[in-house]
């Protein structure tokens, strides 16, 4: 049936909440009612009729034609008319003769949005829609059906939305634009969101920990932190993730894959968030400010760990003997001194340390950089703390006293280990006997002992030790030195421990006791041998 194009506005109506009076002339008007004519004679005067719109109308589409039961005098008859397909509106009458029109379903499929009702059903995934075409569309996915395709890059999408949307990354289109700081999207979607950062707006809670989110993909990512769901895993290293983006950004390792360059020195990222952190080294700029003193940081991570400084927390604790650190790299440090770990090597003389700066300093040593050097002993030394330290040698002087039983130390490292006795403590553990050691250096003497190390050789004889000290006194032997001379007779020995029991000749001092018969002997060997005649008493 031939009809006239129908002229819509619906945002006038929306705007102004007026009753629009449309009219339409049907030029077959008399061939629609012919047969009712046949019948019945009817009131000339119904040649229009209104449409009352309540709410708004979204969108129109083109007219189409529909059955309709009207009710003339008292029978009700069917004719078809021409009327406009309105999508999501809230209520249209058809005021002839007070006829309701059966477009009121769109009203039912409405309403399902304030009730929730879903009665389309997803038969793979069990997923509900309100509406039929939305369970069309989302079916596309489990089939892989992609209709719309991109004419530059090929890529398809299942949906004409996604795709214009795609087509923007292209014309470079951004049509939505923030009206707080005039940032501009390509989608409306994204300004919705972006707005959020200006309101604080964050509509999205976790119900186990009661944490906000801007996004819903940002709270669903979040919930596998508690359920410890992971569905993005790694085909390389079989590593696994709960956000296909950090799988992503994962891959970049495999691949060696840096997309991000920096416009000043070309120097690249494989993440965009260290390209910014980056150029904060080319800028100066400094966000990150304390409160307490005004020191800036680069990044929010420095600013973490400086305010300990103030607030005194320290939150790394060590295993071993509950020592607490402000920094992870510190504790890292610090169990070197559990494990003895050395692992700074000298290329030159393969010596080993445990400290990055003792290992510079050593290195000075080979390039003969010795600038400070004793005014008494001409001994040179490559820091200026280590010849302070060794003034002490020539003054006597011990800064550092022990407060249980007041013995001064030249070096505080010495006290430290000093102090052990008092506490009894012995962080220094063998791992293969379990025996402990107050000092890390009685951890490595000890270990040789395991291993048969005996690193110190005699020049002389060729006769090894496991200590340098031990060296030192065998090398006495060769020399004829005998350092230690008693105060009383002037006779000298090559070992402190041979003077001692010397001194005891002139003491009368005899520490050595048998339990048996109560007789008291100066030197241990004396005893030893005493002990034998009571295991060898013969009873006839």
Same mark, same amino acid.
């Given at each position: 049936?031939?009809?006239?194009?129908?002229?819509?506005?619906?945002?006038?109506?929306?705007?102004?909440?007026?009753?629009?009076?449309?009219?339409?002339?049907?030029?077959?008007?008399?061939?629609?009612?012919?047969?009712?004519?046949?019948?019945?004679?009817?009131?000339?005067?119904?040649?229009?009729?209104?449409?009352?719109?309540?709410?708004?109308?979204?969108?129109?589409?083109?007219?189409?034609?529909?059955?309709?039961?009207?009710?003339?005098?008292?029978?009700?008859?069917?004719?078809?008319?021409?009327?406009?397909?309105?999508?999501?509106?809230?209520?249209?009458?058809?005021?002839?003769?007070?006829?309701?029109?059966?477009?009121?379903?769109?009203?039912?499929?409405?309403?399902?949005?304030?009730?929730?009702?879903?009665?389309?059903?997803?038969?793979?995934?069990?997923?509900?829609?309100?509406?039929?075409?939305?369970?069309?569309?989302?079916?596309?996915?489990?089939?892989?059906?992609?209709?719309?395709?991109?004419?530059?890059?090929?890529?398809?999408?299942?949906?004409?939305?996604?795709?214009?949307?795609?087509?923007?990354?292209?014309?470079?289109?951004?049509?939505?634009?923030?009206?707080?700081?005039?940032?501009?999207?390509?989608?409306?979607?994204?300004?919705?969101?972006?707005?959020?950062?200006?309101?604080?707006?964050?509509?999205?809670?976790?119900?186990?920990?009661?944490?906000?989110?801007?996004?819903?993909?940002?709270?669903?990512?979040?919930?596998?932190?508690?359920?410890?769901?992971?569905?993005?895993?790694?085909?390389?290293?079989?590593?696994?993730?709960?956000?296909?983006?950090?799988?992503?950004?994962?891959?970049?390792?495999?691949?060696?894959?840096?997309?991000?360059?920096?416009?000043?020195?070309? @120097?690249?990222?494989?993440?965009?968030?260290?390209?910014?952190?980056?150029?904060?080294?080319?800028?100066?700029?400094?966000?990150?400010?304390?409160?307490?003193?005004?020191?800036?940081?680069?990044?929010?991570?420095?600013?973490?760990?400086?305010?300990?400084?103030?607030?005194?927390?320290?939150?790394?604790?060590?295993?071993?003997?509950? @020592?607490?650190?402000?920094?992870?790299?510190?504790?890292?440090?610090?169990?070197?001194?559990?494990?003895?770990?050395?692992?700074?090597?000298?290329?030159?003389?393969?010596?080993?340390?445990?400290?990055?700066?003792?290992?510079?300093?050593?290195?000075?040593?080979?390039?003969?950089?010795?600038?400070?050097?004793?005014?008494?002993?001409?001994?040179?030394?490559?820091?200026?703390?280590?010849?302070?330290?060794?003034?002490?040698?020539?003054?006597?002087?011990?800064?550092?006293?022990?407060?249980?039983?007041?013995?001064?130390?030249?070096?505080?490292?010495?006290?430290?280990?000093?102090?052990?006795?008092?506490?009894?403590?012995?962080?220094?553990?063998?791992?293969?006997?379990?025996?402990?050691?107050?000092?890390?250096?009685?951890?490595?003497?000890?270990?040789?002992?395991?291993?048969?190390?005996?690193?110190?050789?005699?020049?002389?004889?060729?006769?090894?030790?496991?200590?340098?000290?031990?060296?030192?006194?065998?090398?006495?032997?060769?020399?004829?030195?005998?350092?230690?001379?008693?105060?009383?007779?002037?006779?000298?020995?090559?070992?402190?421990?041979?003077?001692?029991?010397?001194?005891?000749?002139?003491?009368?001092?005899?520490?050595?006791?048998?339990?048996?018969?109560?007789?008291?002997?100066?030197?241990?060997?004396?005893?030893?041998?005493?002990?034998?005649?009571?295991?060898?008493?013969?009873?006839?």
């Amino acid at each position: 049936m031939a009809m006239n194009e129908v002229s819509y506005d619906p945002f006038s109506v929306l705007q102004k909440s007026m009753v629009v009076n449309i009219e339409r002339k049907v030029k077959h008007e008399n061939e629609m009612y012919e047969e009712i004519l046949h019948t019945r004679e009817i009131d000339n005067s119904v040649k229009k009729y209104e449409i009352i719109k309540e709410e708004k109308h979204k969108t129109e589409e083109p007219m189409q034609i529909q059955d309709v039961d009207m009710e003339i005098g008292e029978e009700k008859v069917k004719y078809e008319e021409p009327l406009v397909e309105i999508k999501e509106f809230h209520h249209v009458k058809h005021q002839i003769r007070h006829i309701e029109c059966s477009l009121n379903n769109d009203l039912k499929i409405h309403m399902r949005t304030h009730t929730g009702e879903k009665t389309y059903q997803c038969s793979i995934c069990d997923k509900a829609y309100s509406q039929k075409d939305n369970l069309i569309l989302h079916q596309q996915q489990h089939t892989g059906e992609r209709s719309y395709q991109c004419s530059q890059c090929n890529k398809a999408f299942s949906q004409s939305c996604n795709l214009i949307s795609h087509q923007r990354i292209h014309n470079g289109e951004k049509p939505y634009q923030c009206s707080q700081c005039d940032k501009d999207f390509s989608h409306s979607s994204h300004l919705k969101i972006h707005m959020r950062n200006h309101y604080g707006e964050k509509p999205y809670q976790c119900s186990q920990c009661n944490k906000t989110f801007k996004e819903k993909r940002s709270l669903i990512t979040h919930h596998r932190v508690h359920n410890g769901e992971k569905p993005y895993q790694c085909s390389q290293c079989d590593q696994a993730f709960s956000c296909s983006n950090y799988l992503k950004i994962h891959m970049r390792k495999h691949t060696g894959e840096k997309p991000f360059q920096c416009s000043q020195c070309a @120097k690249s990222f494989s993440q965009s968030s260290y390209l910014k952190i980056h150029m904060r080294i080319h800028t100066g700029e400094k966000p990150y400010q304390c409160s307490q003193c005004d020191k800036a940081f680069s990044r929010s991570n420095y600013l973490k760990i400086h305010m300990r400084n103030h607030t005194g927390e320290k939150p790394y604790q060590c295993s071993v003997c509950d @020592k607490s650190f402000s920094h992870t790299c510190y504790l890292k440090i610090h169990m070197r001194i559990h494990t003895c770990e050395k692992s700074y090597k000298c290329s030159q003389c393969n010596k080993t340390f445990t400290y990055k700066s003792n290992f510079l300093t050593h290195q000075r040593t080979h390039a003969g950089g010795k600038p400070y050097q004793c005014s008494i002993c001409v001994k040179a030394f490559t820091q200026i703390n280590n010849l302070q330290i060794h003034m002490r040698t020539h003054t006597g002087e011990k800064p550092y006293h022990c407060s249980q039983c007041n013995e001064a130390f030249s070096v505080k490292s010495s006290l430290i280990c000093h102090q052990r006795i008092h506490t009894g403590e012995r962080p220094y553990q063998c791992s293969q006997c379990y025996k402990a050691f107050s000092d890390c250096s009685n951890l490595k003497i000890h270990m040789r002992k395991h291993t048969g190390e005996k690193p110190y050789q005699c020049s002389q004889c060729n006769k090894a030790f496991s200590v340098s000290h031990s060296l030192k006194i065998h090398m006495r032997i060769h020399t004829g030195e005998k350092p230690y001379q008693c105060s009383q007779c002037n006779k000298s020995f090559s070992h402190k421990y041979y003077l001692k029991i010397h001194m005891r000749i002139h003491t009368g001092e005899k520490s050595y006791k048998c339990s048996q018969c109560n007789k008291t002997f100066a030197q241990r060997g004396n005893l030893i041998t005493h002990q034998r005649t009571h295991a060898e008493k013969k009873p006839y």
